[in-house]
């Protein structure tokens, strides 16, 4: 569901953000409906590469502390027919 929000936009800003917009076939929502989804989505796969990129630098000392319990509290039996990305 969609939430409306209102900005404010010196005239000089509007007019050209309007420009941009015409130019790549936008209304002025959708082109800052775009801008706002690529910097969400630079940060988020910022991120997740620094998180991917912490967890294999640690993952020998991850793998000392929990080893392969992946299903604590699960009775004996059922974490070998679980599937290992099932967490």
Same mark, same amino acid.
């Given at each position: 569901?969609?939430?409306?929000?209102?900005?404010?936009?010196?005239?000089?800003?509007?007019?050209?953000? /309007?420009?941009?917009?015409?130019?790549r076939g936008l209304?002025?929502?959708?082109?800052?409906?775009?801008?706002?989804?690529?910097?969400?989505?630079?940060?988020?796969?910022? *991120?997740?590469?620094?998180?991917?990129? *912490?967890?294999?630098?640690?993952?020998?000392? *991850?793998?000392? /502390?929990?080893g392969e319990d992946r299903y604590p509290?699960?009775? /004996?039996?059922?974490?070998?027919?679980?599937?290992?990305?099932?967490?």
């Amino acid at each position: 569901m969609a939430k409306q929000t209102n900005i404010r936009l010196t005239d000089d800003l509007r007019a050209a953000a /309007e420009d941009r917009a015409a130019r790549r076939g936008l209304s002025l929502q959708g082109y800052v409906t775009d801008l706002i989804q690529a910097d969400v989505n630079q940060s988020r796969a910022a *991120f997740m590469a620094g998180a991917a990129a *912490f967890l294999a630098g640690y993952a020998d000392t *991850f793998d000392a /502390e929990v080893g392969e319990d992946r299903y604590p509290g699960l009775p /004996e039996g059922l974490a070998q027919s679980a599937p290992r990305n099932a967490a």
